[in-house]
């Protein structure tokens, strides 16, 4: 406040002193707070990862959600473990000979074997570069004189270049062992002794990126056609400058999109939202509401929130309404075995007590007046996070409880988050992308491995299929 606004206060007289004291008081307090709740929060009661954690002054008590089984920890009785086994067919034998006896030293050379003590080892065999010649034959017709060519395999156009499982070797370092350029080119030179360059890699990427475009447009299809998908965004930089990651998945396909923008326009030029008639699953940001489906938020985010209320403003509705949905996904978690859904009573129950328990959350959060200085009335005060997250209960109630009534929706976006967390771990090994291009072809690569994964193929076999031109694309029904 400006001193002449002190001032003239002042000269109103001792209450309106007051008020402004007791104003300020106010705002003062309510500064503190949202300073402290900044420093008590940490990946048990908020979105902050846990790798935070460890910067925290107060470190946080871990409480699993999971019910205790009663079972000791490690390996059940009649597990059956595993272990390295011996084959019948080794690759090679070598015998080693008995030359004379262990105790008077007699030569054993001519004495017959009375039989062997075996053991087997198992280890990587001399690994090289192995080059292959092709020779293009060339004919003279008799008859007409004409010089005829033999035709080179697809894909064989230089005199010398490397061969597809190279190129493919080189992309799977990079794209899925997350290995930088430079150190993707050392391992290639290390192993196999060849002295790849990074530009030699990135036009295998380049490559690879094209031949995955059929791919590409399949997966976006796909995922329309999908019951419920899962969707999450993550900043991730380009030349230093934060673009955000978009995500869209199933359990069995991902699809990765990078964008300026972090809102609608971004997940319009995704090209999947739009006309999108499923369930998107995801953590309640906002700009998903602008597509008119059916949504289901997870739950395991407003767990988090509840616990933050519960530990820091003293709170009872937000610790029974965190009891109340673990209590519900245990009940559906148990029906799933044997039904595709609840009956029509356990849903009456469930609804009621959540009816009862934001009932119970407004008469602890009743609206309040604050005084307003400048234009000397009185108004709304701001609300608090206690008050948001009530109201995001009581307006969002079936979106919150999708996952019970449909049991296809899940109770929480964990699959979103799982496929973009290997994205995070690329942006903290590298720190940015280079290009936009460099960005879009790793977007490409990567939700392409993280299909075929979640397929169970082998990753460098799916590589080596899309340089061959027939990339893995999953068959519909996908769920």
């Known amino acids: 406040m400006e001193r002449e606004e002190i001032l003239a206060i002042y000269e109103t007289g001792p209450d309106a002193v007051i008020d402004l004291i007791e104003h300020l008081i106010a705002k003062f307090e309510e500064r503190i707070k949202s300073l402290e709740d900044q420093l008590n929060k940490n990946s048990r009661n908020s979105s902050k990862p846990p790798s935070t954690d460890a910067y925290s002054t107060k470190k946080p008590t871990i409480k699993s959600t999971r019910e205790k089984s009663g079972k000791k920890v490690g390996g059940q009785k009649g597990h059956l473990g595993t272990t390295l086994r011996m084959v019948d067919n080794p690759d090679e034998t070598i015998i080693h000979k008995v030359h004379q006896c262990s105790n008077c030293g007699t030569i054993l050379e001519k004495e017959e074997s009375k039989g062997y003590e075996t ?282 409880l999708r996952f019970m009534h449909n049991f296809e929706v899940p109770f929480e976006n964990n699959q979103a988050e799982r496929d973009v967390r290997m994205m995070k771990v690329q942006q903290k090994i590298s720190g940015t992308f280079r290009s936009n291009q460099g960005a879009r072809s790793f977007c490409r690569i990567r939700g392409y491995i993280s299909t075929v994964k979640k397929n169970k193929i082998s990753v460098i076999d799916a590589i080596v299929a899309v340089f061959n031109g027939k990339p893995f694309v999953p068959v519909l029904p996908i769920e």
């Open 119 to 400: 053991r087997q080892t198992f280890d990587i065999p001399l690994i090289k570069l192995r080059s292959t010649e092709h020779r293009a034959e060339i004919k003279s017709c008799p008859k007409c004189s004409h010089i005829s060519k033999a035709e080179f395999p697809d894909g064989v156009t230089q005199p010398t270049q490397y061969g597809p499982r190279l190129g493919s070797l080189a992309v799977y370092l990079h794209d899925y062992q997350l290995l930088p350029y430079d150190r993707s080119c050392e391992l290639l030179s290390d192993f196999y002794g060849c002295e790849i360059s990074p530009a030699t890699l990135i036009r295998a990427e380049n490559k690879c990126f094209e031949g995955l475009e059929q791919f590409d447009n399949e997966i976006k299809s796909a995922l329309k056609q999908s019951p419920v998908i899962h969707c999450d965004e993550t900043g991730s930089k380009i030349n230093g400058i934060r673009n955000w990651l978009h995500v869209a998945c199933t359990s069995k396909m991902t699809y990765y999109f990078i964008h300026q923008k972090r809102g609608s326009e971004a997940m319009n030029d995704m090209g999947i939202l739009p006309n999108y008639n499923g369930v998107i699953v995801h953590d309640f940001w906002k700009a998903y509401y602008r597509y008119h489906c059916d949504h289901g938020i997870c739950n395991a985010h407003l767990l988090r929130e509840l616990t933050f209320i519960t530990e820091n403003e003293g709170q009872k509705w937000s610790g029974k309404m965190a009891d109340l949905l673990l209590v519900i996904k245990a009940c559906v978690d148990e029906t799933r075995e044997t039904s595709d859904y609840l009956n029509a009573k356990q849903i009456e129950d469930f609804e009621q007590s959540y009816g009862c328990i934001t009932k119970k959350g407004l008469e602890e959060n009743p609206p309040h007046l604050d005084f307003d200085t400048q234009l000397k009335k009185r108004g709304r005060k701001k609300q608090t996070k206690s008050k948001n997250l009530l109201d995001r209960f009581i307006d969002y109630k079936d979106d919150i």
